[in-house]
T-cell receptor, first 115, second 110 residues
């Protein structure tokens, strides 16, 4: 999985509790992304980062926040989990060199169930 | 708005039966089109990038082609191990984000 580790791999939590998912990379890539994957919707971008402390929203960012304090780590936080956030979450990385094509490499995913 | 539509949603083939998967797209200036393979319980695995109409790329039994409106993933004499979901994505010029289709689930029976 291209030097990308997601943790935990599986999590079950209750509605209203905070949840943090971690993505760690060993590739020193500039860009990191969080996606969710749901049947019928494909991969949808939640948030992404283009450098340490530089982040931006994706198409489905409501209810999620992110932080990147080091190049290698990108955290996704659900401040108060809801059942609609039950999904499989994928982290991706890319070199993101200006003008270059953006090939993204994905982690193995985190399966989150909110009961 | 950039969009990617993949068809069919699911495809069942016999081993050795060649076929094609379709990815239709609308994008404001194509920077690149990507094909990924995703096995159950795993993350997408990068296969190909295509940059301009007329371009073709091959890998083992897979060949990807690109026109101005769509891309095809041709699978020649597939084997059961080719069973997976195949995802298509596009990158618009000037942007780092990718827009993904919902994928085609391919099942190859022995």
């Amino acid at each position: 999985d291209a030097g990308i580790t997601q943790s935990p791999r599986h999590k079950v939590t209750e509605t209203g509790t905070p949840v943090t998912l971690r993505c760690h990379q060993t590739e020193n890539h500039r860009y990191m992304y969080w996606y969710r994957q749901d049947p019928g919707h494909g991969l949808r971008l939640i948030h992404y980062s283009y450098g340490v402390k530089d982040t931006d929203k994706g198409e489905v960012s409501d209810g999620y926040s992110v932080s990147r304090s080091k190049t290698e780590d990108f955290l996704l936080t659900l401040e108060s989990a809801t059942s609609s956030q039950t999904s499989v979450y994928f982290c991706a990385i890319s070199e993101g060199t200006s003008g270059n094509i953006n090939i993204q490499y994905f982690g193995a995913g985190t399966r989150l169930s909110v009961l | 708005e950039d969009q990617v539509t993949q068809s069919p949603e699911a495809l069942r083939l016999q081993e050795g039966e060649s076929s094609s998967l379709n990815c239709s797209y609308t994008v404001s200036g194509l920077r690149g089109l990507f094909w990924y393979r995703q096995d159950p319980g795993k993350g997408p695995e990068f296969l190909f990038t295509l940059y301009s109409a007329g371009e073709e790329k091959e890998k083992e039994r897979l060949k990807a082609t690109l026109t101005k409106k769509e891309s095809f993933l041709h699978i020649t004499a597939p084997k059961p191990e080719d069973s997976a979901t195949y995802l298509c994505a596009v990158q618009a010029s000037g942007f780092q984000k990718l827009v993904f289709g919902t994928g085609t689930r391919l099942l190859v029976s022995p």
